[in-house]
């Protein structure tokens, strides 16, 4: 799976399991999920992911909303 897809799937749990103890360990979950989106994010930013600049600006805006962190 995609971190993506982990991602989506981890905020649906939130709205299946509610209020509780488990909601601690989905937010662990999430953490970490969120660190691997950041780490893509600032490798993209340094362009060491893309050679180009179109899809490394592109691809940084698309990591930065997804973590709500700015890009540019």
């Given at each position: 799976?995609?971190t ?51 899809p490394?600006?592109t691809a940084?805006?698309i ?7 700015g890009?540019?």
């Amino acid at each position: 799976m995609t971190t993506h897809t982990l991602r989506r799937r981890g905020w649906s749990a939130f709205v299946v399991i509610g209020a509780g103890w488990w909601t601690l360990a989905l937010a662990a979950f999430l953490a970490v999920m969120f660190g691997q989106v950041a780490l893509l994010a600032h490798d993209v930013a340094h362009r060491q992911v893309f050679r180009r600049r179109r899809p490394s600006e592109t691809a940084g805006r698309i990591a930065g909303a997804a973590i709500g962190m700015g890009y540019g």
